[in-house]
C-alpha cells in the first residue's frame, strides 16, 4: 500500500471527487479526516469506512473551522502527512454579458473565498503539522486552470490564481513542504455546488449530458468519473515515488489541450446584448 501509515485531511471530502480521494487514500493505507460543510455526508462516508476516518463539518471560509479541522485531524491519527484542498463551487460557464451587474461583486466575492482564500485558509492552518513531518499540500485546479471554455469568467479566474498560489507556496515551503497541484477535466456524476449569489442552488453538474459533450471534446472521447481521478492525489502524497515533485500541477483532463474546445457562441452573445457593430 502506497500511502501506509500516512494521515491526510481532505476538504469538500464528503462527496464527489473529495470522497473519491478519501476512499483511495483508505484503499492505500491512509487515515483520513474529511472536512467538509454537510455532517450529514461526512456521516455517510464513516458508515462505510469506519474508523479509518473521522470528520469535520465546517465552513473553509472560515479560518477558526480550518484550524479545527487540522486540530482533530492530529488528536484522532497524531500526525498530518498530506492536506487536500479540494472543496470548490462552479459558476455554471456563467458569462459575463448574462451576470447582472447587481449580482457580479457577490458572486466574484463567494466564488474566490470558497476556491482560492479556503485553499489558502487551509493551507496556513496546516503548515505547522506538515513542517514537522515534511509532508506535503495537494489542491484541486481544473482543466479551466490552463483553457477557456471550462467555466466562466469567475471560475476560470480562480482556477488560475490557484496555479500561481501552488507555485508560489511551493517556493516558500520548500524543502519542507511540497506542494502540488491536480486539473481534472469535467467528472461524470459530480454534484459541483453552482454560486448562492447567482441563484444556482438548484444546478446539477450531473444533469449535464457530459459524455456527450466529452466525447466530441477529448481526443479520449469520455468523460471521467471522480474515482479515476483519485490516482493523481495518491501519486503526489506519495513519498517514494513524487520525491523531487514540488510546484507542479498535473493536467489530468482527457487530453483538453490536445484538441480544445469548441466555441457555439462565437461571440452571439454579445450581439444579442448589444446590437450588431
Known amino acids: 500500500m502506497q500511502l501506509k501509515d500516512?494521515?491526510?485531511?481532505?476538504?469538500?471530502?464528503?462527496?464527489?471527487?473529495?470522497?473519491a480521494i478519501v476512499e483511495r487514500f483508505v484503499q492505500e493505507g491512509?487515515?483520513?479526516?474529511?472536512?467538509?460543510?454537510?455532517?450529514?455526508?461526512?456521516?455517510?462516508?464513516?458508515?462505510?469506512?469506519?474508523?479509518?476516518?473521522?470528520?469535520v463539518a465546517g465552513d473553509v471560509r472560515e479560518m477558526a473551522d480550518n484550524k479545527r479541522a487540522v486540530s482533530e485531524c492530529v488528536k484522532a491519527f497524531g500526525q498530518l502527512d498530506t492536506f487536500i484542498g479540494n472543496a470548490g463551487v462552479w459558476d455554471y460557464s456563467k458569462s459575463?454579458?448574462?451576470?447582472?451587474?447587481?449580482?457580479?461583486?457577490?458572486?466574484?466575492?463567494?466564488?474566490f473565498a470558497i476556491n482560492v482564500k479556503g485553499y489558502v485558509l487551509g493551507a496556513k492552518a496546516a503548515l505547522p503539522e506538515l513542517y514537522k513531518t515534511k509532508g506535503h499540500m495537494i489542491f484541486t485546479a481544473s482543466n479551466a486552470a490552463f483553457y477557456p471554455g471550462g467555466g466562466g469568467v469567475l471560475y476560470t479566474a480562480?482556477?488560475?490564481?490557484?496555479?500561481g498560489m501552488i507555485k508560489q507556496m511551493a517556493h516558500e515551503f520548500a524543502p519542507h513542504?511540497?506542494?502540488?497541484?491536480?486539473?481534472p477535466g469535467g467528472i461524470g456524476g459530480s454534484n459541483l455546488a453552482g454560486l448562492n449569489s447567482l441563484s444556482q442552488q438548484g444546478a446539477k453538474f450531473s444533469d449535464l449530458p457530459l459524455d456527450d459533450l466529452m466525447k466530441?471534446?477529448?481526443?479520449?472521447?469520455?468523460?471521467?468519473?471522480?474515482?479515476?481521478?483519485?490516482?493523481?492525489?495518491?501519486?503526489?502524497?506519495?513519498r517514494r515515488d513524487n520525491a523531487p515533485g514540488t510546484g507542479g500541477v498535473l493536467n489530468f483532463d482527457g487530453g483538453i489541450g490536445m484538441r480544445g474546445?469548441?466555441?457555439?457562441?462565437?461571440?452571439?452573445?454579445?450581439?444579442?446584448?448589444?446590437?450588431?457593430a
Open 96 to 111: 459575463m454579458v448574462t451576470t447582472e451587474e447587481d449580482a457580479l461583486s457577490a458572486a466574484f466575492d463567494e466564488m
Open 261 to 276: 474546445f469548441a466555441s457555439p457562441n462565437m461571440g452571439g452573445e454579445l450581439v444579442e446584448a448589444f446590437g450588431k
Open 30 to 55: 491512509a487515515r483520513v479526516a474529511i472536512f467538509d460543510r454537510s455532517q450529514e455526508r461526512i456521516d455517510e462516508v464513516r458508515k462505510v469506512l469506519g474508523d479509518k476516518v473521522i470528520g
Open 158 to 163: 480562480t482556477k488560475h490564481a490557484v496555479v
Open 177 to 183: 513542504v511540497r506542494v502540488n497541484g491536480v486539473a
Open 6 to 19: 500516512q494521515v491526510a485531511l481532505v476538504t469538500g471530502g464528503g462527496s464527489g471527487l473529495g470522497r
Open 216 to 238: 466530441q471534446m477529448l481526443p479520449l472521447e469520455r468523460a471521467f468519473h471522480a474515482p479515476e481521478y483519485a490516482g493523481a492525489y495518491v501519486f503526489f502524497a506519495n
